[in-house]
């Protein structure tokens, strides 16, 4: 099988296409038939070196879409029940610490696969999973966001913050989000919009919505020290406020922080991880997404890069498109 692979770790010039016999199928596994694989920040770090715990040679990429082609239950016998079947995934150490789904086939265990919403192509099935992981994980697990919350999202037109602007819906919040321009942007309806064109720009647009500290949740997806220290000086004072943060800008992971305003509100601060999900929580993720997109309650992406695998100009060009944050079109590889 064809799949892109890096020996070592520092330079996109590091990974090489290649041809590689097909992973084999172990009791409780299915082979899956990558048709897209949606490329992550995660996946650009991980061939860059930025992330410690990535072993090699690997095969990068966490997001896959495809169909099942081979299935082995507990006893080594066929499974029929999964052959053919339209799954989608992600997460786990796929990618970093075991090969992932930069190739045309990829094994998964039978049971943490998860039937991908028939509404979408593989294309803009394979290119939302991980975002979508993330942006739950920021809502429900992390935030609580609950009926009648205000949210303030930082980053509202990247993948995880419109991902999570839709969850944040869902569930009856009230949603600010900040976009650094408005000029060629057309939010969606359920979101008020904040174009970031000065240093003050989130506290005067809650102000004059009237909900100067009155703001619940902060969810920054952008991870820029100024947005991030204007929108918690919104916040409210009861002790109630949740801020989660899953990003950083600086390439030292540093940036200040008004802590004087952050304890005076007596505010609480995570961090997001996609891996703090197990895969079977992952799967009932995906699961619940699967119905919801189906239903017409959440919406897919309308549009999709697609990157065939053999073009090693355009697997590079996205990797450094996801790294830099250059375009808003998600890009998946087309094994």
Known sequence: MQALKFEKTGSFDELSLV??????VHPG????????????????AAVLGMLPFVTTPRIPG??????????????????QEWIGAEVWGTGS???FTSDGTFSQYVTVPIAVLSRKPASLDHSRAGSMTLPWLCAWITVDTLANVKEGDNVIIIGARGGIGSAAAQLCKERGARIFGTYSS???????????????GSKSAIREAIAKAGLQ???????????YDQPFNDAVFTMTPDGTGRVVVMAVHAKDGLFPVNL?????????????????????????????LAKKIDSGLLEGPKEVNEVDIRNMDAVK????????RAAHVRSVIVP
């Open 19 to 24: 041809n590689i016999d097909k992973p084999t």
């Open 317 to 324: 060009g996205a990797l450094q498109e996801i790294l830099t």
């Open 29 to 44: 596994e299915a082979l899956v038939r990558v048709r897209a694989a949606g490329v992550n920040g995660s996946d650009a």
């Open 182 to 196: 408005l000029a060629k942007v057309t939010p969606p309806s359920y979101v008020t919009p904040i174009e970031l």
């Open 93 to 95: 150490q796929r990618g």
């Open 260 to 288: 004087r305003t952050f304890y005076t509100k007596a505010l609480t601060l995570k961090g997001m991880m996609s891996s703090i999900l197990g895969p079977l929580e992952v799967k009932e993720v995906l699961d619940d």
């Open 213 to 223: 500290n009155k703001i619940d949740v902060l969810l920054d997806c952008a991870g």
């Open 62 to 79: 966490r997001d896959f879409s495809g169909e099942v082609v081979e299935a082995l239950d507990a006893s080594g016998a066929s499974s």
